[in-house]
């Protein structure tokens, strides 16, 4: 029976991007592929679950269908598969996740946020949306984003709060962005 490496599970409001302020649960996975230095994320270390075990722990937060359900990590294409994605949709929730965009994910998402890192190779080129963490790139790294990857929307978010300024600044001259910013951080919620 295959099980995945689960960071945590927690239920809370969806604070960034096109869903902010949305009840969500979020399915944390273990382990990345990348080693980006502004991540928050201790995803070192996982608890073993089966699919069966996360939906159960996912569902006892909420089988609302309004409820998001979020994977995330980490990387979490690195362990979604087939078979958690048909167990997690039991209820017909809106199934979303949160990648980097460097590996395929698996069919029956709902919605797909790509958030590129800099100096990584992203292989996805549709998304739902784009949310780009603001640290170091260029107008051109953005620019390049915008066509590489075919979204609805685009998003750019300040690295842990710190630089709303310059995030605020390129939007006022590119207005094709939008502003995301860490919601649960200002109002202390997971």
């Keep these: 029976m295959k099980v995945y ?3 945590e599970i927690f239920y809370s409001l969806q604070g960034e991007g096109y869903h902010t302020g949305r009840a969500a649960v979020f399915v944390r996975f273990a382990g990345c592929n990348l080693r980006c230095p ?3 994320t201790d995803f070192a270390h996982g608890e073993q679950m089966t699919a069966g075990q996360i939906a159960e722990h996912v569902f006892s937060y909420s089988t609302h269908p309004e409820t998001l359900i979020v994977l995330t990590g980490g990387e979490p ?13 039991r209820y017909n929730q809106t199934l979303t996740i949160e990648t980097n965009g460097t590996r395929p994910v698996p069919e029956g998402i709902d919605w797909v946020t790509v958030s590129p890192k800099p100096d990584s190779t992203v292989v996805l080129t549709r998304a739902d949306e784009v949310k780009i963490v603001l640290t170091h790139q260029s107008e051109t790294d953005l620019q390049h984003w915008r066509t590489a990857i075919r979204a609805s929307h685009y998003y750019l978010q300040p690295c842990s709060c710190q630089n709303t300024e310059d995030v605020v600044a390129y939007i006022l001259r590119h207005p094709e962005w939008r502003l995301s ?3 649960h951080k200002y109002i202390h919620i997971p």
């Design 77 to 89: 294409s690195l362990q979604a598969d087939d078979q958690l994605i048909r167990v997690l949709h």
């Design 181 to 183: 910013l860490q919601t």
């Design 5 to 7: 490496s689960v960071n």
């Design 38 to 40: 502004f991540c928050d």
